[in-house]
């Protein structure tokens, strides 16, 4: 079992199969070590109703645990390996806000920036 915590790459696909559908999309989560680069982890969802893809959407932070699964494949005489999680547990953690919607927040609080300074995105938070 694991526990992932990344931004969705790009939105869902679904995919209506016999049971239940597949919910599939792939989350970058960074590294600890190298913090410039990010893993790219596959992630699987099996639901019987795809409301949940809606939310799923490039960008979106989730914590994703679940089973690890490493298929490994051989195609042309060449082996290559496929890493995905298979999620029996997803959690919504925030959508990344854009510059522009930060500051209309913040405007609409009252509170006033200068040309110099920016607004903190709290989705960039580690904690």
């Not at 699964?69 to 997803?90: I, M, P, R, S, Y």
Request: aromatic share 6%; proline share 3%; charged share 30%.
């Amino acid at each position: 079992n694991t526990t992932l915590v990344g931004r969705i790459t790009k939105d869902a696909e679904v995919k209506a199969l016999e049971k239940n559908n597949l919910i599939s999309f792939t989350i970058a989560v960074p590294r600890k070590l190298n913090k410039d680069k990010s893993s790219f982890i596959n992630i699987n969802v099996f639901r019987k109703e795809d409301k949940l893809s809606q939310y799923l959407t490039k960008g979106t932070q989730v914590a994703v645990s679940g089973e690890l699964q490493v298929d490994n494949v051989q195609t042309n005489g060449t082996w290559k390996t496929f890493v995905k999680v298979v999620a029996d547990e997803l959690t919504l953690l925030g959508k990344r806000e854009s510059k522009e919607d930060i500051l209309k927040q913040v405007s609409d609080l009252g509170i006033p920036f200068s040309d110099e300074e920016e607004p903190i995105n709290m989705g960039d938070c580690p904690f």
